[in-house]
């Protein structure tokens, strides 16, 4: 028999030995043979048997010695195979159960950075995204002097930068509507600046102030003649909060071009 067929033997006969053991395990009603499998199930990565033989640990745990690493592991391997929605349950359960459980600061940062893995496309609902910001800044505000607190804070930074994508996109949606059934540059600027209000040091500050500009720009531009002047003034007054906040922008020849043109309507 060759070297390849025997390899190929011992790795199927290590796979069913690994399977019965498995087998033998969530048949057994040793409660602390099943829990010292668990774990070392999750040491080897198989996440699924770990949470599998968890799951039902949990409850007859509760209480005992071995009930909060039980309650800890079972989420960290949901965690482990990628499943955020039910970690995020129970390792909320867990520090929400031992606040000051040794596992409490792992449980709220790996509780909140599976949200942030979760989070899905800016176009997306984002209650996931809301969840990882929550979780996240709790986490900051118990544990502020962590060595995770860098790799939290841009998380939420990321997050936050997505929810402003958000608004960014609903924005210049209604300024693509332009006066479509209503006036929709007005609406943008609402959105733009509740954005800005709400998110100051977002990245995409400076495409929000700009269409802004632009959106208060084309409604004096469309606006009956009493008007006109009226709004062309806080075109101008939008012009000089964009240009110095941002004097080196690749806009600036579109904005200084709406700028003549307020100009022609407003004697300074």
Do not use: W
Request: charged share 30%.
């Amino acid at each position: 028999m060759s070297k390849k067929h025997i390899l190929i033997i011992s790795v199927c006969l290590l796979f069913l030995t690994g399977c019965g053991e498995y087998s033998r395990v969530m048949k057994s009603k040793d409660l602390n043979y099943k829990f010292e499998y668990a774990k070392k199930a999750y040491a080897e990565g198989k996440y699924v048997q770990a949470s599998t033989i968890l799951e039902g640990l949990i409850t007859p745990l509760k209480g005992g010695p071995n009930g909060e690493e039980a309650l800890y592991l079972l989420g960290m391997s949901y965690y482990g195979n990628k499943d955020y929605l039910n970690s995020g349950v129970y390792l909320k359960s867990y520090y929400n159960r031992y606040p000051k459980g040794r596992y409490a600061e792992d449980a709220r940062y790996y509780c909140g950075y599976g949200y942030y893995l979760d989070s899905p496309d800016p176009q997306l609902d984002q209650t996931e995204t809301l969840k990882g910001i929550e979780e996240l800044q709790g986490f900051m505000d118990y544990f502020p002097r962590s060595e995770k607190v860098a790799s939290v804070q841009n998380a939420i930074f990321e997050l936050q930068d997505k929810l402003t994508l958000k608004e960014l996109q609903n924005a210049q949606l209604y300024y693509n509507l332009g006066t479509y059934m209503g006036n929709n540059y007005e609406s943008a600027v609402i959105v733009a600046d509740n954005a800005l209000k709400t998110y100051p040091y977002t990245k995409y500050k400076e495409e929000l102030e700009m269409l802004k500009l632009k959106a208060k720009y084309q409604q004096a531009r469309q606006s009956v003649e009493e008007k006109k002047i009226e709004r062309y003034r806080e075109v101008i007054d939008e012009y000089y909060s964009f240009t110095n906040n941002f004097p080196d922008t690749e806009n600036r020849k579109e904005a200084d071009n709406i700028m003549k043109i307020a100009r022609r309507y407003v004697k300074e």
